[in-house]
């Protein structure tokens, strides 16, 4: 499941395999891009908006453009060798394909695509707040945004893209066992905003860079979690088994014990 920390990386893996290279064909299957063919442009460079994807590429005429794309929960980039089997996901999810000499880069089920001049890149991105792993991350505006919604449960507010961008489920779940925050509990009483929102930058920077995310410090399978993913086992803390129930469109996991509702 992309979050910010993940799309980081993948824009970092479509820098290495494209940046500064010609492009040698394009695929479109997407109705909106059928037509488009980018062959001769060359790929400027690759960066992460949130869960978002920008790919800044330049045409042979010297214009500038921007291929949006947004992976959401299931979209994914994958770069390939010259000749190598794309066996990431099944053929028929494959939305873009982009060719080099020297790579090939495959976007799956992605979201959202779109190609518009670089220079109107805000008009899809500007809404968004601050971005944790941006070189713009701006603590104060995150918690302002956040705090101009007091009624709003925390655990839908951090998900809220417009408040801060880069938090997904996970994030959400373990930021809020770490601060020993029910997910339920209204923004105006959530104890430390800043630190709430200080916590989720450097869990998202920690795990930048890697693949596997962990926020418990260790690596190895069913050790990376305190509370997501971790349905009636035994919180690492207090022992308590941790519950798994839904908040607003998403599921949410909690220590009840560790993390008390607020009354």
Known sequence: MPEGDTVWNTARV??????????????????????????GWTVRESASRGKRLLLRLTGPADEDRTLHSHLRMDGAWRAYAPGERWSARPAHLIRVVLRSAGAAAVGYHLHELALIPTAEEESLVGHLGPDLLGPDWDPAEAVRRL?????????????????????????????????????????????????????????????????????????????????????????????????????????????????????
């Open 147 to 263: 705090a101009a919604h007091p009624e709003q449960s925390i655990g839908e507010a951090l998900l809220d893209q417009r408040n801060l961008a880069g938090v997904g489920n996970l994030y959400k779940c373990e930021v809020l066992f770490l601060r020993g925050v029910s997910p339920w509990t209204p923004v105006r009483d959530v104890p430390d905003l800043a630190g709430t929102v200080a916590l989720a930058q450097r869990l998202l920077a920690a795990n930048r860079g890697r693949w596997t995310q962990s926020t418990t410090g260790v690596l190895r399978r069913g050790g990376t979690s305190y509370v997501y993913g971790r349905r009636a086992q035994p919180c690492r803390r207090c022992g308590t088994a941790i519950r798994k129930e839904e908040l607003g469109e998403r599921v949410t996991y909690w220590c009840p014990v560790c993390q008390p509702e607020r009354t």
């Open 14 to 39: 479509l820098h290495r395999a494209l940046a500064g290279a010609r492009l040698t064909g394009s695929d479109f299957r997407v109705p909106q891009l059928a037509t488009t063919d980018l062959t």
